[in-house]
């Protein structure tokens, strides 16, 4: 369905969706991470409700990528986008990587080694945060070139 | 700071974050009180407008960009009508530039994609900060 939106609100949109990403891993990483004590039968049925979480602003992250991508084909700033966007690509494709091994790992806790499981996974969780910044600041210095062309806020569907 | 210094000040604390991303409301709101932070999330403006009349937040944590006609700027006005004492830190995607901020006050700004710990440690600061 076609919007009327400035490339401001997709860049926002954009960027509340890999904050999701953010959030919910470094909260775990927090939470449990500085906090063992917080570690008991229920955390494993937060890590699985975190990684739907994480895998659902994934996924949300890609359709807005898609969507902003549609919108900056139509400016003059089309050119350049092609190199940003696989370079955001690359961060998102390292993001899947390390989502599948955080999967990969709390497949297979072990009952008798169940706090020291939670524990490798939280560091593995406190290295998604470092990607969605690399991706902010790719976003971040493409805003600059948007801003300087003057179409940042002009409309486009 | 003490556990119990810790504590004191969390629970002096009343903490409204606005953010219009829902599920990242609901989950900062779950995580920050499964710590002990007295905490109450708004999704829009006609949420957090009511919440600054009942909850009666002391620190605000505010998205500025909400997609609607109403700002954070705007809330953030009403809340320090309601208490001059307010703390306020903004969360921003960099939307609006840092300067913005800064000429409504604001002196606190965390940037987007926001990590957790760091989130604890402004909000730490700004409950100290409502001692002085």
């Not at chain 1, 004590?37 to 996924?59: G, M, Q």
């Not at chain 1, 989502?99 to 939670?118: G, M, T």
Request: hydrophobic content about 40%; proline content about 2%.
């Amino acid at each position: 369905m076609p919007t009327n939106k400035t490339l401001r609100s997709y860049f926002h949109d954009l960027m509340n969706k890999i904050q999701g990403i953010a959030v919910n891993s470094s909260s775990f990483a927090y939470l449990y991470g500085h906090y063992p004590n917080n570690i008991d039968a229920s955390t494993k049925d937060k890590l699985s409700k975190v990684l739907k979480d994480i895998e659902l602003y994934y996924e949300k992250t890609f359709e807005n990528l898609s969507l902003t991508s549609r919108a900056i084909d139509q400016s003059v700033a089309s050119k350049e986008w092609v190199s940003v966007q696989k370079a955001i690509g690359k961060e998102l494709n390292d993001i899947y990587e390390l989502l599948d091994s955080v999967k990969d790992l709390s497949a297979k806790i072990r009952e008798a080694n169940f706090k020291d499981d939670i524990l490798n996974i939280t560091k593995e969780m406190g290295l998604f945060q470092e990607k969605c910044e690399s991706v902010a600041r790719i976003i971040d210095n493409f805003k600059e070139r948007l801003i300087s062309l003057g179409i940042y806020d002009s409309v486009h569907s | 700071m003490t556990l119990l210094q810790d504590r004191k000040g969390k629970a002096m604390a009343k903490i409204l974050i606005v953010d219009d991303e829902v599920l990242i409301t609901n989950s900062l709101v779950g995580n920050l009180k499964m710590l002990g932070y007295d905490i109450c999330g708004a999704k829009n403006s006609k949420e957090a407008f009511e919440a600054l009349e009942n909850f009666r937040p002391n620190i605000l944590l505010i998205d500025i960009n909400l997609r609607e006609k109403v700002s954070g700027f705007d809330i953030l006005k009403k809340g320090l009508e309601l208490n001059p004492n307010t703390k306020v830190a903004v969360l921003t995607g960099g939307d609006y530039p840092i300067q913005d901020c800064l000429k409504h006050g604001i002196k606190t700004v965390i940037k987007k994609p926001i990590a957790f710990e760091k989130l604890i440690e402004t909000i730490n600061d700004l409950i100290k900060s409502l001692d002085s």
